[in-house]
């Protein structure tokens, strides 16, 4: 029985890669469709890049752009492209360094008749708050939907602890929209809040989500205004608040946290690049950031990226395959609070008169890929898009559109280049339910989602680089 | 400051609610495109679907056909139907009646050296399979790939266990393709088996998981052919029971297992219906199936679909739309394991020359909506497919496609009346990680997600009750 059974099982796993070990690097008719089908074959067998996302967001864990944990990412990512046969470097940024502290403390007290009652809400603090001391803040709280709410109420605030509370709009289909809408609140609120003399800001947390799970995030102060300390608290922590508030006007919140502002430090970009053989010139970059929240694993936010960008040359490598044009892996650092990689990235990039022709960033998460959404100067952006669409035809067996509109954080200030910037779009009903929590970890990653994320990416990379983006 | 935050909590509910309260049922001027977007606003907001799935998933749990939980089921939901105020009947059917019995035992035995080994390989009787008797079995194994491979093998089999291990093909972006194309082993396995004298069968889950869950299923028994047990082992069994047939060649493998083949039972269709105001005699049907499996909650498979068709008639009830064509929902019993509910619905509709302009049913889980797939009588198909993509328009903005190809177990009996056949598309990269399987539960059900298939089905159904589908 032996033989035969071994012959079967031969046979099978020969059916399964066999279109990829006939694909012939070098022939003049090779068969675009043929080659993105032996990309999804090898991706959604063979990829590494669960195991490397396991290892970023569960070993080395949460990677806040300073920390050790953001180093040991950059050295352990490096390693990875190097082991693929890639040349690699390490590109210097500066970045701030911020730490959390110790956990958190945000209690509402009330009086029930004659009764002192408290509870405790559930908080985390937002990136680049300043803390509140180690004996805390206690004051009444003014409940807000928006930002501009302070203009009008000014002088109410003064002492108060502003509680933003607008929450995402469960209607909007695509729930990044929900969560642009919405995230002003917790960019700029403490901001706002400290200019009419508030004493601290609560946000409700970015999430579609009703649960306990605060969601942290970036804050910016502005110049001229006097700082504040900024936590979010769970969405069910807000919506128990403000129904707390409406029965007990004489409610009163404390708040401690310790974070702590230390200098900028330098912290590098990972790059890793084939150089293209006709038109070495014409950069195609596929890139995440490398950094993340310090809470959690950053596994969609952004190890999912970061992998993804790191499987497209992983994939291009086992298929043998020769790009045209340069192919530059960029793992950015510093997205989540100062973009100090991207920064970097652009500067260089321009002072050495770089072209990038096409920039795609995966920072959606894991998810069920979708498509890619695209923008660029305008002076291009018609005739590249045209372009772009024009490979509908062999993305479209994958379940995947190209659509106007997206890019990313990292790769926008490449746009005076007068390239195409991408933005991948996997589905995006799950990405607020574990964006910037303790949740974002390796379990809550779907490997098949992931990888086929990964095939998506390196399609597209594929037919860019094969065919280039004239109109 | 509470008048202040109540106007501001108001004026943004208002702005969620408001566009379904401007919406005039009796307007000749009627947007389609806004009554949709009412539709998804009211049902991301307000739909009910969920709690009705969580009782149906966790409360009652399984519900085989013939069950006393199928019977629950059917008592329940029509108490939900009737509290929405519609005509609501039962429709008698003949359903086989199964049970399970007691935990399986799957047990690996081999010698290494003069030690004799085992291992427990966790495994589910499949459907309508017979038991081992109180002893249990022994015997050898051989593995295969395929049902042909037995007419090749032919007297090798006889007295052998047989183990069909080939796996669903990860490199299928559908993976409700890769299931067709591997399920042939699980529902005609035992009986291929049998055929040439083996004493069971055991079959690799039908999932492109990697973990140790048993998938259940269906599987059917030839006439004339000696029926033997027939038994699912988890990927992770077969995959370690595939190991060791290599090392050990004298491996034997013992089952037990005791379930019931009853008599036929009576049970019910439940079916609701708004009678059309203009069209009375053309109906557009939606409906899921009833009955799940015994093991799990059959959240996805398919309680989603029965409260997406049921979450249909709440929304359009809440927001006053009447219906120019009849609207029935119909939740079939026994899709799984006989097709009893399918069958008794299409004999009284053709006895009553009933016509269904549409049906559409939801039966791959109640994951993001993808879109719809359709099929007809090949007499009708080209023009209502064109018909049916003229909606496209209005549904792009919610990202759902319509395309060739597609029905449902339960619906696909009403082909002859020359209607539109419908499928619900959702998203499918999970859905057969849970399909089967204790673990297709109402924790496994994303809220948002499956509240997006009831606004897309939904939409589907008023835009063919407004319009028809005419050439």
Known sequence: ??????TLKTNILLLIVGSSLLYDANGQEENQAFFIKSIYEHTLTNAKCDNWLAVLSDTIGGRLAGSVQAEEAVSYTQKMLEEQGLDVWLQPCIVPKWTRGDKEVVRAFW????????SALNALSLGNTIGTGPSGLRGQVIEVFGLDTLDI??????????????PMNPTRINTGHAYGEAVDQRVHGASRAGKYGAKAAIVRSM??????IPHTGVQQYADGIEPIPALAISTIAAERLSQLLQEYSDLEVYIKNNPEIHDSVTSYNVIAEIKGSTFPDEIILVGGHLDSWDVGGGAHDDGAGCVHAMQVFETLKALNYQPKRTLRCVLFMNEENGLGGGKAYAKESNAKKEFHLAAIESDMGGFTPRGFGCSAHPKVFKPML??????????????????AGGGGADINPLKSQQGLLIGFKPDNSRYFDLHHTTEDVFSNVHVRELRAGAAAITSLVYLIDQNGLDE
Do not use: A, C, W
């Open 207 to 212: 999430t579609l989500s009703y649960d306990d």
């Open 111 to 118: 009086k029930e008749g004659s009764r002192e009652k408290d």
């Open 153 to 166: 109420l000014r002088e109410q605030v003064k002492d108060k602890i502003v509680f933003y509370n607008r």
């Open 1 to 6: 029985m032996r033989p035969f059974h071994i």
């Open 386 to 403: 045209t372009s772009l669409q024009k490979f509908e035809e062999y993305l479209v067996p994958y379940d995947l559109s190209i659509k």
